[in-house]
């Protein structure tokens, strides 16, 4: 029987996690799915590591250039021809049972289209440092929590493939916001939505993923796909959304953006 699952694994200089990351996909307690890699640019010794696998389950390619994560993601994902994708970052590591749970659940939830999990950070070295307590569960939780940040995260989703190629995929316009502005319009094109209880991802804090994090111009690109796509969600009481790290940097971010539209012009 065919697998039913495709692990889509984007990577860019990654190569000193990667091997932890392919380690924790390909040792999964369910072990019948695909996983599809595409090194993001050539990149020597990603593909040392990827070429000493010797799993038959792993097929990996390069793109010639560096096309970027969401021209990539888009790639992995027409690239699968399994009813289910699962999403990983090549810095992250899978908890053992991720793919099994994750597809029971779909299999016997057909209103659930999208599904996330809780996880857990681990520092450089892999430690345990913390978990993320509040996350929101039900498809109605998620929604509302959306007004606030995106409650979705990607290296812990499992999605229907169909139902986000129906949907058009990543947007490739929007940088280092293609999950937001994806999960953003699956809530408009009326997709299900559950995060599990289940901590099922080890999630990588490092300082190059902070710094991409940190970037104002990402920060745009989120107030960007709030602004396209919530008026749909919420009507007239869509939020006036800012993104920012903390309350007070979004509240500058805020009155930055008022003052350009008063006074931009002038």
Known sequence: MAPLV??????????AYLAECLKSILSQSYTDFKLLAIVDGPNAACEAILGAVRDSRLEYSVNPVNLG??????????????????????????????????????????????????????????????FE?????????????????????????????????????????????????????????????????????????HDEQATRARSRFDLDYGDRAYAEFGAAIWGDHAPDFVGGRTKLHRLVRRLKRNFKSLFGNA
């Open 6 to 15: 495709t692990v889509g694994l984007p990577i860019y200089n990654a190569e």
């Open 69 to 130: 994560i969401t021209r990539t993601a888009n790639l992995l994902l027409e690239r699968t021809d399994t009813p289910y994708f699962a999403r990983m970052d090549a810095d992250d590591r899978m908890k053992i049972n991720r793919i099994e749970v994750q597809l029971s659940y779909l299999e016997s939830h057909p209103d659930c289209d999208i599904l996330g999990s809780f996880f857990e950070y681990i520092d450089p070295s892999g430690k345990h440092v913390g």
């Open 133 to 205: 307590k509040s996350w929101p569960q039900t498809h109605s939780e998620i929604r509302d929590r959306f007004r606030i940040h995106n409650p979705i995260i990607n290296p812990t989703v499992m999605f229907r493939t169909e139902k986000i190629r129906q949907i058009g995929g990543y947007d490739e316009s929007y940088v280092n916001a293609e999950d937001l502005a994806l999960w953003l319009k699956a809530l408009v094109k009326g997709l299900g939505f559950t995060n599990l209880p289940d901590n099922l991802l080890e999630y990588r804090l």
